[in-house]
Nanobody, 121 residues
Framework: VQLQAFGGGLVKAGGSLRLSCAAS????????MGWFRQAPGKEREFVAT???????TYGNLVKGRFAISRDNGKNTVYLQMNSLEPEDTAIYYC????????????????WGQGTQVTVSS
């Protein structure tokens, strides 16, 4: 599975962005998908996951503001980000693993290249 994330950019605080992650290869519908982010000088942080059969899970810092979804027909997972804050500034990565989604980055087998999100105050 190859993943390509895009949709990042510069936005003012309070604004919105939608990230997309396109997957190539077979079996996308059976993969758990996740979004993680990493800010300069910080560890990679869990943002959201969505499984092939279970619902979505969110990190505490984004709950209520971000929404993850997937379109298996398009082999794509999305991250809608609303009410963005300067603290959301980071490189956002999408990831895939077989079957069940996970909040642990170490459990993912495939990673996209990342897309930069910058939120100005």
């Amino acid at each position: 599975v190859q993943l390509q994330a895009f949709g990042g950019g510069l936005v003012k605080a309070g604004g919105s962005l939608r990230l997309s992650c396109a997957a190539s290869g077979r079996g996308f519908g059976s993969y758990g998908m996740g979004w993680f982010r990493q800010a300069p000088g910080k560890e990679r942080e869990f943002v959201a996951t969505i499984g092939w059969s279970e619902g979505a899970t969110y990190g505490n810092l984004v709950k209520g503001r971000f929404a993850i979804s997937r379109d298996n027909g398009k082999n794509t997972v999305y991250l809608q980000m609303n009410s963005l804050e300067p603290e959301d500034t980071a490189i956002y990565y999408c990831a895939a693993k077989a079957w069940m989604a996970s909040v642990k980055a170490s459990e993912y087998d495939y990673w996209g290249q990342g897309t930069q999100v910058t939120v100005s105050s």
